[in-house]
Nanobody
Framework: QVHLVESGGGLVQAGDSLRLSCVASGRAYHVGWFRQAPDKEREFVAG????????FYSDSVKGRFAISRDTPKNTIFLQIDSLKPEDTAIYSC????????????????WGQGIQVTVSS
């Protein structure tokens, strides 16, 4: 069993940066960050392996998003730079036993999600 808790969201202005955190308890799984904007499907944005050595991203966020992992603390970070209003969404971290997955249906454990709102 894995329990995930996100933090670090809030209301920011366009152009700002934000760092989201996901604290995972239990065994170290591969972790992904997803987001869901109003009236849209949940989409994958970034993932990282259980050792923290191999990050991967969706094409839509490459260059602005950076995922990292503090392995001893089992905490996964999502750094978002140059925020845009279209980044407004609920961001969730999730854990999976399978590597390199961007399909939300392959993730077994989910955090409660955290709101990020970007004003223009």
């Amino acid at each position: 069993q894995v329990h995930l808790v996100e933090s670090g969201g809030g209301l920011v202005q366009a152009g700002d940066s934000l760092r989201l955190s996901c604290v995972a308890s239990g065994r170290a799984y591969h972790v992904g960050w997803f987001r869901q904007a109003p009236d849209k499907e949940r989409e994958f944005v970034a993932g990282i392996t259980s050792t923290g050595s191999q990050p991967f991203y969706s094409d839509s966020v490459k260059g602005r998003f950076a995922i990292s992992r503090d392995t001893p603390k089992n905490t996964i970070f999502l750094q978002i730079d140059s925020l845009k209003p279209e980044d407004t969404a609920i961001y969730s971290c999730a854990a999976t036993k399978m590597k390199w997955k961007n399909n939300r249906h392959l993730y077994d454990y989910w955090g409660q999600g955290i709101q990020v709102t970007v004003s223009s």
